[in-house]
């Protein structure tokens, strides 16, 4: 019964504190409410400690029967991170190993420390209570060194780096897993020093810690140089929109004067029309004064500024080439997404609309925009009518450095594009998933 019950305690030490630390990286991503997470782990935790106890008091051998039913716990514990979070396989698997190698470590660390007061005996959960109380200090001494890790750099790979990536990096994890398991049937041979044995593992672990790390890191500085350069060309292009809407802004200034300016001959003239009775004379000075006036685009389209300055700057240069727009556009401020990586999605796709109307040469120009939040996801499409041979143009020139930036942003927000022509209309559409946890209802 002792010994049932050191076992059941130990393990429940050794792996809740892992529970809650694995849900750090993906918390943004939850489906699920923090009550739910919380009463989720705790279930979880309860049934290890429940079948680790049976396991020890009912069977002698009690790893034989332990090793499967701990891996049918295992999965049914990935199916509930899965559940719990939108979060693809490969990151889970990544976070678990990650976490399961430390975890692995503190308890190798732990064992070396005791080591000197126990030498006559091999050191175990269900025998050695200190070692219990070793890996539960050890564990509270770096957990909060590793949730600022989980929450900050691993948390950024998880929403920076692309699902393929995680599964590269899987690859050495799961191979020094192995190698682990295969040497820690070794270790438990008597023949033996469990201190050698401890020594092996502690250095197979410690590699492979370090491993990770650096992978991690490398492959997190890529994807900031690749940002930021994103983020470079969009401010760049931010900046040239400004530029030519102050220029516009100043030509409309002028513009203004010089109206006002002509304003008292436009009033003689008229004057001049309703003293002779001339209202037919009259209403044909109107109209061709009102043909005269310069064409105002000035209507915001949308509430976050820095989306509405480059639409109104491309929609400005297809109104001009003689499109009709008919323009939609819901993007609230502070809805969760960077305005660089708006910036990014609504400023490619308005430019290739607008270019598009410039290579038309025949038919009707227009374009049809429609964005909105929905459910937590922010949904873009935008129709432009194309030329007879411009689906041959885009299809030589393949995804463009445009269309790949928009496709960027969207795998960052766990969305997806879509690209195609249908009937002479080009149709371009993006799905973001907003990243913040307000979504989830508590």
Known sequence: MKEALLLAVGRLVCTTPWYVICCVPFYAHRRISRSKIAAVITGISMLFFVCNFYLQFRYDNFKTHGSLVFCALYIILIGLFVWGFHVEFAKLLYVFLIAQAISTAINYI???MLKP?????????????????AIFFLTMAVYPFLWYFFSHQLREAVEELKDRDFRLLCIPPVLIFVITVIFNDVGVNPAIPQSQAIAIFLLITASGLITYFLHVRLALDAVRRIRLEMEVAAIESQIAVQGQSYAQLTQNIESA???RHDLRHHLAAMSAFLENSDMEGLLEYLAEYRRSLPVEFDQPQCANHAVDVVVRYYLQQAKEAGAELDIKLDVPVGAGFRDTDLVIV?????????QGIFRQTAGKRYI?????MEQGKLILTID???GPGDAEYKSSTGLGIGQSSVKAVAQKYHGSVRFEFKEDIYKASVLMVMPVSEKVQE
């Not at 005996?121 to 070692?131: F, G, K, Q, V």
């Not at 049809?368 to 909105?372: E, F, I, L, V």
């Open 368 to 372: 049809t925009a429609r964005c909105g």
């Open 346 to 354: 609504f400023g490619n796709l308005f430019e290739n609309a607008a």
């Open 384 to 386: 432009n009518s194309t």
């Open 110 to 112: 732990a064992a070396i």
């Open 117 to 133: 007061f126990f030498k006559d005996m091999r050191i175990s959960l269900h025998a050695t209570p200190a070692y219990i109380l």
């Open 257 to 259: 004067r010089a109206a």
